[in-house]
């Protein structure tokens, strides 16, 4: 097998709790469990040596390989096609009907032969605790048991194992129309060891799951020109999130880099104020409620927990759990997605000033007048005091949207999302006829109007610009006319969206920024960054610009993977780079379909 294949040679499975990535030669190279934050079982994406993967395609493939998911649903069918036959091995993870937190997890894969013979090896080899921690063997015929400190991990086959140190290796030969599988399972130390397997079981399961992507699905009220890409998109914001508590992660990875031998390796599997609150939207205007209000349910949470405390009311990332301990540390034995070291675990931007978050959450919060209409008078009183905290705070330098680690800034985003909170805080205040500070919240929204107005814009590049000090520009701020703080087709924002053009467009794809001329901290570049990308697609919609709006989303899907999925970047080949999938690519993908099949119908009389 490629030692690394392509960050986009994969495909996503998940139970709601955590999720693996499959690579389309049939290897199982990123898996963390119990849940997207914990320890990694399998890491070999990250080093192939030391990190663990399970290996079920043909032992030396002469063929071609194809992926797929099976339609409408979250089970990946991985094809092998040679002269000799054709087989199939669909993957997916068993849903549990309880949101109730677990620490068993199953990793499904379902082998048959549609055409001719295939012969399928397995490999098993797990490396637990990202490949810290050893593991001793258990095994006997098609059962082994992989014992570690904390975890265990079982596997099970319809077919025969044998020892290869303290791995396993399988061999299962099969004709057209036999079947055969293998399961993986976590639980804690000792826990009970399951059941055998047999391939009516996992062919009950696979009807199971499919079943329920394909009733989750129909909830979708989405007509537009692009479902096929919208409901992938859709799916895959589902299995980022994790049902216990509706959270949900930026990425299923960690430490895939933003350039390849670089140091922009960061861990994603965490949940992001300003990703779920942005989220919201985009998942109540497909219809699935319960995703958006089990988020925002989470976010008054931590709303609540800082009450009465010095600190901010709200920190930039946390676990899924609603944990702030995300202490970042290196994985120094790991050498990195083709060497691209350093990698690490846990994030140092959790203890961030990211004023703009207050904007995303207040936004989250005020989506669906009856949302706010049914909100506690608790509830309330906990928003109330963080736009309080807000009126005192909104004019400090922060570090601004993109983590920067080159120190704080006036970020002319912030202070947009800072007017975000104001006017969201008072259009609730109205609504629900609740007590509040509604004199203040305005003058302080009027001010930061006033600022933006001022001193975010430059006279030299007839922009808004990233900061105050200086004249970069930054594809954060083509949010603007979709939060509300300037009509989409004003002057300046026409002005600022040439700018943009200028100098963050290429070829229909942009970037966040340009780090030399805004230094960020931290050595080498990055690509485009796909979220926006579709922010720009969103942008020129709103402007009336609709060739060039439809013209840059339709390019912008054939760099999508082969099964629709989006990592953060696009390299310089076109190669997708960073974390995987990433939720805020697919979030802003979602609507700006919804924007731009809204703008199209309109002019076409629909």
Not at 259 to 277: I, K, M, S
Not at 454 to 463: D, I, Q, T, Y
Not at 490 to 506: C, E, F, G, N
Request: net charge negative.
């Amino acid at each position: 097998m490629d030692r690394y294949p392509p960050i986009a040679d994969h495909g996503l499975v998940g139970d709601l709790q955590t999720a693996a990535l499959v690579s389309s030669q049939g290897v199982v190279d990123w898996f963390a469990a119990p849940r997207f934050d914990s320890p990694s079982v399998f890491a070999a994406l990250l080093d192939h040596d030391r990190g663990g993967y399970l290996r079920l395609a043909p032992e030396h493939p002469e063929g071609t390989c194809k992926q797929l998911y099976y339609p409408d649903t979250a089970v990946l069918v991985t094809r092998f096609l040679s002269p000799d036959g054709v087989g199939e091995v669909l993957d997916f993870m068993p849903l549990s009907e309880s949101r109730t937190a677990t620490d068993r997890h199953t990793l499904v894969r379902l082998v048959r032969v549609v055409r001719g013979t295939v012969e399928f090896t397995l490999e098993c080899r797990p490396r637990f605790e990202y490949g810290r921690a050893e593991h001793e063997l258990e095994l006997r015929d098609a059962e082994a048991v992989f014992r570690t400190h904390g975890i265990d991990g079982h596997l099970q086959c319809t077919f025969p194992l044998e020892r290869d140190g303290q791995d396993v290796r399988g061999r299962v030969r099969l004709s057209a129309g036999e079947s055969g599988g293998a399961v993986f399972t976590v639980c804690a130390s000792g826990g009970e060891a399951p059941e055998a397997v047999t391939v009516d079981e996992l062919t009950g399961h696979f009807t199971q799951v499919a079943q329920f992507w394909r009733d989750w699905l129909r909830q979708s009220r989405y007509r537009g020109r692009w479902p096929e890409l919208v409901h992938r998109s859709a799916i895959t914001l589902k299995l980022l999130t994790y049902a216990p508590t509706g959270a949900l992660v930026a990425a299923a990875t960690m430490g895939l880099p933003e350039q390849v031998g670089g140091e922009r390796n960061w861990d994603y599997r965490y949940t992001w104020v300003r990703d779920g609150a942005l989220s919201v939207r985009a998942m109540l205007d497909l219809g699935f409620a319960d995703e958006a209000i089990a988020f925002v349910h989470w976010l008054v949470d931590r709303l609540r927990e800082r009450e009465g405390k010095e600190e901010e009311p709200l920190q930039t990332m946390y676990r899924i759990d609603g944990n702030p301990d995300l202490p970042e540390e290196t994985l120094d034995h790991f050498e990195g997605y083709r060497g691209s070291a350093p990698v690490r675990i846990g994030n140092g931007a959790a203890d961030q000033l990211q004023l703009d978050i207050y904007g995303e959450a207040l936004y989250a919060v005020a989506q669906g007048g009856e949302l706010a209409q049914q909100a506690s008078a608790a509830g309330w009183r906990t928003v109330a005091r963080v736009l309080d905290w807000l009126a005192d705070a909104w004019d400090r330098p922060d570090e601004g949207i993109w983590e920067t680690r080159g120190g704080r800034k006036d970020f002319t985003y912030s202070r947009v999302m800072s007017w975000v909170a104001f006017d969201h805080g008072l259009r609730l205040a109205e609504m629900s006829r609740r007590p509040a500070n509604v004199d203040r919240w305005r003058a302080a929204r009027d001010a930061v109007f006033d600022q933006v107005m001022e001193r975010g814009w430059s006279e030299r590049e007839r922009a808004f610009v990233q900061h105050y000090d200086d004249d970069v520009l930054d594809a954060s701020l083509l949010l603007m006319p979709s939060v509300g703080f300037i009509a989409p087709r004003d002057t300046t924002w026409l002005s600022t969206l040439d700018a943009m053009d200028r100098r963050l467009v290429s070829d229909s794809l942009v970037y966040r920024y340009d780090p030399a001329a805004s230094p960020d901290g931290l050595r080498g570049s990055e690509g485009t960054f796909s979220l926006c990308t579709f922010l720009y697609v969103d942008a020129l919609a709103r402007a009336g610009r609709l060739n060039q709006a439809r013209y840059t989303f339709e390019k912008m899907q054939t760099y999508a993977n082969h099964v629709g999925l989006f990592a953060e970047e696009i390299g310089p080949s076109g190669e997708q780079l960073g974390n995987f999938p990433q939720a805020f690519t697919h979030l802003s993908l979602i609507q700006a379909a919804i924007t731009l099949d809204k703008a199209l119908d309109a002019v076409n009389g629909r």
